[in-house]
């Protein structure tokens, strides 16, 4: 008997399965934690606040991409596109800092070709092999863009209304409150396909994507996100002023929740081509900050584009 004894305490210890409720609990304590902050900076107003927290979540989420390019051995080149994500992120800021309420886009074509002739001319050091050359080029122009880009789009939201006078260094409050309402739009959807999937769903959306996304689920984020439009239109009226219309507001509602969905399913698109589970772990229940900003990174630059040209020349 005592010759099993070593046999035994070699086995390894079997893996406990997470429970869905367990992952339900952990991401519930990380959303609160996450909402008590945004809510603590929406309170403040301070204009480097809110960047403060883009910003930190830029480079976080960049940071995560390049590890996981680097852990499925995708060649790229990590600190290069880390250092510029920080340099973009100081340049934007800069303009909104300073009480202007419009970046020139000759920012973001600047950006973009420092990207593109950075990584060629950093791909000059290493020998050709076949395609790693441009997959290296490639996957630093869409780290930049994917990302810092924009993710970006939800600080042009925030500062996309003039600062009211006397008011320097703070947020217009109007556009704090529209930021308030594309996170909680867009989190609402997310929120909603995974309550109603969890629940009642049974056909399978795109499973060779992302196996757990349901119709019913999809169905699901898109009556979350109109209660989160609306609710917050007839919440606070005068402060979603600009919106003009309750027509807007549910057109964007569902516009915002088909976007959150694809800006889900194409963070899944990126895992699963670099076998990854998640992009982090540093929000329990939910992963990294790249898995915390994938819809936004979609429905902030859908929200700026639509007010810019469609609501606001028309107030």
């Not at 609990?25 to 107003?45: N, Q």
């Not at 969890?198 to 399978?204: A, Q």
Request: net charge positive.
């Amino acid at each position: 008997m005592m010759a099993w004894i070593p046999l035994l305490m070699d086995q390894p210890t079997p893996r406990v399965p997470t429970s869905r409720t367990a992952v339900f609990i952990k991401r519930t304590a990380s959303t609160l934690v996450l909402w008590s902050l945004v809510t603590g900076i929406f309170l403040s107003r301070y204009s480097w606040a809110f960047l403060a927290l883009i910003g930190v979540l830029v480079v976080l989420a960049t940071m995560e991409y390049f590890r996981m390019l680097k852990a499925a051995n995708v060649p790229c080149f990590r600190s290069f596109g880390v250092i510029i994500s920080i340099i973009y992120c100081l340049g934007l800021y800069a303009y909104f800092l300073n009480g202007e309420p419009e970046v020139s886009f000759a920012l973001d074509s600047l950006m973009v070709f420092i990207t593109t002739a950075g990584a060629f001319a950093l791909q000059m050091r290493y020998p050709i092999r076949g395609s790693d050359a441009l997959m290296a080029v490639a996957m630093n122009v869409m780290g930049f863009v994917y990302i810092a880009f924009l993710f970006n789009f939800t600080a042009r939201v925030t500062f996309m209304l003039p600062v009211e006078d006397g008011s320097k260094g703070l947020v217009n409050i109007h556009g704090a409150y529209l930021l308030l309402w594309l996170l909680a739009v867009t989190k609402f959807t997310d929120m909603g396909a995974y309550m109603t999937g969890s629940l009642i769903g049974k056909h399978k959306m795109i499973p060779h994507i992302s196996p757990g996304k349901t119709w019913e689920g999809f169905f699901g984020a898109l009556v979350f996100a109109q209660i989160a439009a609306c609710g917050l239109y007839f919440l606070f009226p005068h402060q979603l002023y600009f919106f003009g219309h309750v027509k807007h507001v549910i057109l964007l509602g569902f516009l915002l929740a088909v976007l959150a969905v694809v800006g889900d399913l194409a963070e899944s698109v990126v895992k699963r081509a670099l076998a990854a589970k998640d992009s982090g772990s540093i929000l329990p229940g939910i992963g990294g900050s790249l898995d915390l900003i994938d819809s936004i990174c979609f429905t902030a630059p859908a929200l700026y584009f639509y007010l810019k040209w469609i609501v606001l020349p028309n107030a």
